[in-house]
């Protein structure tokens, strides 16, 4: 009898244009939203994921057959695929929208990416269903950190969040994630397929070198739109209006405890018996 084939790992790296992190970030005139007309660059959280599939594709080797990424946004958005592909990636995927269209939510993007799974598996586009996806926690414009965890429950995918570890045993079709909690670190043991989110201690990104800038220009990017996925990316959710917080106040010297209570006092705070703080209205 003649072994089963292992099957090889198919990688799928979801990536975001933001405003670059570097950017002082300013309301429109329009308070409806930030000033875009700024310099932007893939979400450095995106980053650390490419890196991981990257290095994944080192250690495993020839186990690894496809890193393909995917985005969903405007035209511009393809410069941020073509710099994941100068990092490593294999192919891209384009989910185009038109440049005046509103930013999706996060349950939008997840039905597209699903949309996106679901048709490599039916084309067989890629070397078919990536059995694992690697992307970032969150993304650093509107820090929602939500889309991978409703990309799992829509694909009913193992997932593993916040992820500071990750080891692949192919062969056993598992995937070793540790975790960042709030009490410290956590180990967790998925089967793919699987979907993790990664945290900025898994890696540090490298920079991509001018022979791999250059190969990216010949990687191919497919695009597609939300109607070739069937997919509705209308924002459900209204912004009525965006405004920038108000500038904090200067401090004030004083020159003794007494000074601060009598501070404290002209303010309506007081303190009780087991000291306990109040505020006098």
Not at 74 to 99: I, M
Not at 132 to 152: C, E, H, R, S, Y
Not at 245 to 261: A, C, H, I, M
């Amino acid at each position: 009898m003649q072994p089963t084939p292992t099957r090889l790992l198919h990688i799928l790296v979801p990536v975001k244009r933001c405003v670059d992190y570097a950017v002082k970030i300013r309301v429109n005139p329009q308070q409806t939203g930030i000033d875009t007309n700024v310099k932007h660059s893939m979400n450095p959280f995106d980053e650390i994921a490419v890196e991981e599939a990257v290095r994944l594709r080192e250690r495993l080797k020839d186990k690894v057959e496809s890193i393909t990424v995917v985005t969903v946004g405007p035209a511009k958005a393809a410069e941020t695929l073509r710099t994941a592909l100068a990092l490593g990636a294999d192919s891209g995927v384009h989910v185009e929208l038109p440049e005046s269209a509103p930013a999706p939510e996060p349950l939008g993007v997840a039905r597209a990416l699903r949309a996106v799974i679901e048709r490599r598996a039916k084309n067989g586009g890629g070397g078919g269903a990536p059995d694992l996806v690697i992307m970032g926690k969150q993304a650093i414009d509107d820090d929602l950190g939500q889309t991978g965890q409703m990309l799992a429950a829509l694909l009913g995918a193992a997932q593993a969040t916040c992820a500071s570890e990750v080891e692949v045993d192919v062969e056993r079709r598992v995937v070793r994630v540790r975790t960042e909690v709030d009490g410290g670190a956590e180990e967790v043991l998925c089967t793919l397929p699987a979907v993790i989110t990664t945290d900025l201690r898994l890696n540090v990104p490298r920079y991509a070198s001018l022979p791999n800038i250059m190969k990216a220009k010949k990687k191919p990017i497919e695009k597609l739109t939300p109607g070739d996925l069937e997919v509705d990316l209308t924002p459900v959710l209204e912004t009525i209006k965006v405004t920038e917080p108000p500038k904090r106040v200067g401090g004030g010297k004083v020159g003794s405890v007494d000074e601060v209570v009598a501070g404290l006092r002209e303010r309506g705070i007081t303190w009780g018996r087991r000291g306990s703080v109040s505020r006098v209205e």
